[in-house]
């Protein structure tokens, strides 16, 4: 039987692994089973080790949006706001990465730019600030190395989950008030608890990245689905203005209704009989936005195959 030899050295891997007794005893047929069982796992760690692992840090600059109650579209141009981030990205290999997203933004929402006369009419605006942390997995389309010119460029995509922080606001006046803790729908004298301000999401979208010399850039968009339909602080229904008084205060009655018409919301829906108006759809959760250009670079590299897995390769 023919001895194994690298591709780049005339010496065999596992020298004399076929001439010794011990080599014979260990190649019986119940080794063979043993082998069979083990093959599918050597061949996974083994493609892993024999392409390009190496770390990467890197940046991202552009912006935000949201999808919800306050906002008709998925993208809407009168709700981009500044939006950034870090991130940290190890390589399995040319195709397969996980990565850690820090990103920061705004998201807002306006009734005045939609095209529904009864949003017009209900009249609720917000903003907020965003804060998450996501681990993801990422996949290259084509085979994709950072600063390497023979593996230059490729679209991806990426998936994952996201921990995020919010916190809804509108101005009554020229004051800027939280608007969880008013509890604008009746939260916390109803029976129903006061929503969190820090959930879950789930992250997915992709871009297309390339090599400038031994810096990779990239141009990203992903839109998260909230765990929550709260970004807005508009969910449900119009809550009783004397019970919301009572409890919560004048200013959480203020703000929960802002509708021009000031329609008494606390009396039956003339056209479904449903105790208090709908204010908004719980059913539908909120979506927030990161896109923008990404720049990053390695900051080690180790190149392993098969006969050197020890020698190491910089960029």
């Known amino acids: 039987m023919d001895e194994v030899v690298c591709h780049d050295s005339n010496r065999p891997i596992f020298p004399g692994l076929f001439r010794s007794k011990a080599s014979a005893r260990f190649l019986n047929p119940m080794s063979f089973r043993t082998l ?12 892993f080790e024999a392409e390009a692992q190496y770390n990467e840090f890197g940046i991202m600059l552009g912006a935000t949006n949201y999808k919800g109650e306050l906002s008709e579209h998925t993208f809407n141009t009168h709700f981009i706001h500044f939006g950034g981030g870090f991130f940290y990205r190890h390589n399995w290999d040319r195709r397969w990465a996980w990565k850690v997203e820090m990103n920061f ?19 609720l605006s917000f903003e907020s600030s965003i804060f998450e942390v996501s681990p993801q997995i ?43 803790p008013l509890g604008t729908e009746g939260q916390g004298y109803n029976g129903e608890k006061k929503y969190k301000r820090l959930t879950f999401s789930l992250p997915m979208g992709g871009g297309f990245k390339f090599n400038v010399g031994r810096i990779g850039v990239g141009i990203e968009i992903g839109a998260r689905r909230a765990y ?49 108006k709908q204010r908004g759809n719980s059913q539908d959760k909120d979506w927030y936005i990161f896109g923008g250009i990404t720049l990053y670079f390695r900051l080690t590299s180790m190149m392993k195959d098969i006969c050197h897995p020890f020698r190491p390769r910089r960029y």
Do not use: C, M
């Not at 069979?36 to 083994?46: D, E, G, N, V």
């Not at 996201?162 to 809804?168: A, E, L, T, V």
């Not at 969910?235 to 018409?261: E, H, I, M, Q």
């Open 105 to 123: 933004g705004k998201i807002s929402g306006d009734d005045a730019y939609s095209s529904s006369a009864y949003d017009r009419d209900r009249n």
């Open 228 to 276: 929550t339909d709260y970004l807005d602080d508009v969910s449900t229904l119009y809550p009783d203005k004397a019970l919301l008084l009572a409890n919560n205060g004048p200013a959480a009655v203020l703000l929960s209704d802002r509708s021009f018409t000031n329609a008494d919301t606390s009396g039956f829906h003339p056209t479904t009989a449903i105790l208090h």
């Open 138 to 180: 990422e996949f290259n389309f084509f085979a994709y190395e950072t600063g390497r010119s023979d593996y230059p460029w490729t679209p991806y995509v990426f998936f994952g989950l996201s921990i995020f922080k919010f916190n809804p606001k509108a101005y009554l006046g020229n004051q800027l008030y939280e608007l969880q």
């Open 36 to 47: 069979r069982f083990l093959l599918p796992f050597l061949a996974i760690f083994t493609f």
